[in-house]
Each structure stands twice: as structure tokens, then as C-alpha cells.
């Protein structure tokens, strides 16, 4: 029927209308119009990566989709992948850990998820799985590596349709969706703030151990830490970054040449994991009530430490959080919503002995 002919009835025409804006949102999408048809009046047996491209189509084009979106039950499980770094990072593998035992609360929002652990610092490797993942998997959380190979695999994610969402650490100028972690910047200034505070009015050495600075988190709060020095307190030296690779044989070995080095050290800031390393390399040294030892991470570990008095303070997140956010990112996006919609910005958390959770 030809939308221009005056017999037509306006319900007539109305259909028409609505069949080009259906055919508008295929092509955009890529798919056929009965799969549109299929999203947009949230009937079952579509893939929730393919919803959401459906979605952002109807809404790119103008489409007015009904509101609340398609219902959970009609849709396939969203399935997610987290890529996180092997090696000895207690906080990572609690990570892994909490997110592998979460499948029932992760069932109540129509999502599954694994965890790969890939060996860390190999941004080829990691970029690796993340486009093995795109073929996988309808939306992916990892832990980013600065690096062109990770970027490049990135935008190939969102050339698929699939969301990639950051954990712990960003990574600039891609096509990830959000990011799920702190402000590291202004972690390295509030453990230097610590550092200064617990130290005191004098001059002093202080050291810091990072595990790669090809994690922007570690090199955000490498930066923090020294901007904050400068700024607030020039009488404290900063004698040099190391990086242990999160390992805790490589931080003890690290640690000990730092106070061969320099024996009137006054603080380590511990900016990645392996903490143990540098916690054992104080003790044997006789040190660890007099070097200030700050680090990142409330883990069984770092919490007998602050027990011991060996650490002095903790700057930690949340791990649940982090995973509560990454769901609602994900839920926002298969339901055609901002991704940041009600997802609060994650706050650190100072722990000392004294408020041990």
C-alpha cells in the first residue's frame, strides 16, 4: 500500500511508518527485521549482544522503544568473561574467587560469567583473549594494559557489539564502555598524605614498589604520590620506584636492596600486590615497626599485617562493589539505558588497625 495514497487510513499509514522505522533499525543493527521485531516487543530467543545492538539502533534512529525494556526471562543469559592476571595477587584472586561463586546472584540478573586468569604483563596476550572473547562472550571485564595491541583489540570489541568494561585499571583513548575502580591519582596522593602524616614533621627517604607501570592505576598513583610531596611536604625524598610485577619473592628481594641502599629509609608505598615480600624483607631486616609501610588491597594477608602493626595503613575497594557495578553496567546496556546509570562512583577506603572490618 503506498503511504501517499489519500484512500489510505491513517492506522494504514501509521503501519507503514513503522515498518520503514523497523527496516531502519535492521540495517543499522545488522540484522533481520524479524529479530527486530522479536526485540522490540521482548519475545524470547535473541542473543542479549544482539539486543543490544537492536537497542542502540531503535534509539539512534529514533525508535521509540517501549519502556523498561526487554524482560529478563525473555532473553538468553548474558554471558560474561573477566579477564584478570594470574600470579600471587591476593586481591585479584579474591576477585576471581568472589566472581566464580557468584553465579547464583549473577542467575537473578540473567547473566553467567567465567573467569580467565592470563599471565600477567603480556598486553599481546591480553589482547589475545579479548578477541577471543568477542566471539564468546556477549560483554567482557578486564583489567587493562596501556598498550596499542590492547587498545586495537578493544575497539575490535565494539566493532562486534560487545561491551568491554575496565577493571582496576583504564585505558585511554578506546571504545570501552566504562570503568569500574578507583581514582588512582588520588589513591597515590592519599597514601602519600598518610606517609607524610605518620612520619612527621622531618626530613625523610621513602621508597615505593609498583607492579608494572604499564597499569595506568600504578602509574596514576605513582604520579599522586610524588605530585603530593612536592606540593605538601619537600622535605621527604622520594629515592626511587621499583617494580616487583606483584610477586612476592621479586617485592622482598626489591625491598631488600632498599634498605641496603639506603638504611635510614623511613616508608614504602606498595603500590600494586605482594605484599608479603616486602612485609617479610622488614621483619628479617628488624625494621617493621619503624619503616612506615603503606599498600593497596585488604586481602587475609595485608590484614595480618595491619594486625601485626607491619603495615600501617590499606587502601582498598571493595571487591563486591566492583562486581555489583560491572552487573549493573552490563544490565544497562542489554536494556538500552546509559551504562552508568545508577552506578555510584566507587570510593576508597582507608583501613588501619584499628577499623579492621
Do not use: W
Not at 146 to 175: M, Q, W
Amino acid at each position: 500500500m503506498d503511504n501517499s495514497n489519500p484512500t489510505a487510513t491513517r492506522e494504514d499509514r501509521k503501519r507503514l511508518r513503522l515498518m520503514s522505522r523497523i527496516t531502519d533499525v535492521a540495517q543499522r543493527a545488522g540484522v533481520s527485521t524479524a529479530t527486530v521485531d522479536r526485540v522490540l516487543n521482548r519475545r524470547p530467543g535473541v542473543r542479549a549482544g544482539t539486543v543490544q545492538r537492536v537497542l542502540k539502533a531503535a534509539a539512534e534512529v529514533g525508535y521509540d522503544v517501549k519502556p523498561g525494556g526487554p524482560p529478563q526471562g525473555a532473553l538468553e543469559a548474558m554471558r560474561l568473561a573477566f579477564l584478570l592476571p594470574a600470579g600471587t595477587n591476593r586481591y585479584l584472586g579474591m576477585l576471581g574467587r568472589l566472581i566464580a561463586s557468584s553465579q547464583e546472584r549473577l542467575a537473578s540478573s540473567n547473566m553467567r560469567a567465567r573467569v580467565d586468569f592470563i599471565e600477567s604483563f603480556k598486553p599481546d596476550l591480553l589482547a589475545q583473549h579479548l578477541r577471543r572473547a568477542a566471539r564468546e562472550v556477549d560483554g567482557v571485564a578486564f583489567m587493562a594494559l596501556e598498550h596499542p595491541a590492547v587498545r586495537e583489540a578493544v575497539n575490535a570489541l565494539a566493532e562486534r557489539g560487545v561491551p568491554a568494561v575496565t577493571l582496576i585499571s583504564d585505558i585511554a583513548n578506546t571504545r570501552r564502555v566504562a570503568y569500574v575502580g578507583l581514582d588512582n591519582r588520588a589513591a597515590g596522593r592519599t597514601a602519600a598524605y598518610l606517609m607524610a602524616r605518620f612520619i612527621g614533621a622531618r626530613s625523610a627517604k621513602v621508597a615505593m614498589i609498583a607492579g608494572s607501570l604499564s597499569y595506568r592505576a600504578h602509574e596514576e598513583r605513582e604520579m599522586g604520590f610524588l605530585h603530593l610531596f612536592e606540593e605538601l611536604y619537600p622535605a621527604i625524598q622520594v629515592v626511587g620506584l621499583r617494580e616487583g610485577h606483584d610477586d612476592g619473592a621479586k617485592n622482598y628481594r626489591q625491598t631488600k636492596m632498599l634498605l641496603a641502599q639506603h638504611p635510614d629509609l623511613a616508608g614504602v608505598y606498595n603500590i600494586g600486590g605482594g605484599a608479603d615480600g616486602i612485609a617479610r624483607a622488614l621483619c628479617e631486616a628488624g625494621r617493621e615497626q619503624e619503616v612506615v609501610f603503606i599498600g593497596h588491597g585488604l586481602t587475609p594477608d595485608t590484614r595480618g599485617f595491619l594486625v601485626d602493626g607491619v603495615m600501617d595503613a590499606v587502601i582498598t575497594q571493595n571487591p563486591q562493589d566492583a562486581l555489583l557495578d560491572c552487573v549493573t553496567i552490563f544490565g544497562n546496556l542489554r536494556a538500552g539505558r546509559d551504562p552508568l546509570d545508577g552506578v555510584e562512583r566507587p570510593r576508597s577506603e582507608i583501613v588501619l588497625r584499628e577499623n579492621l572490618p
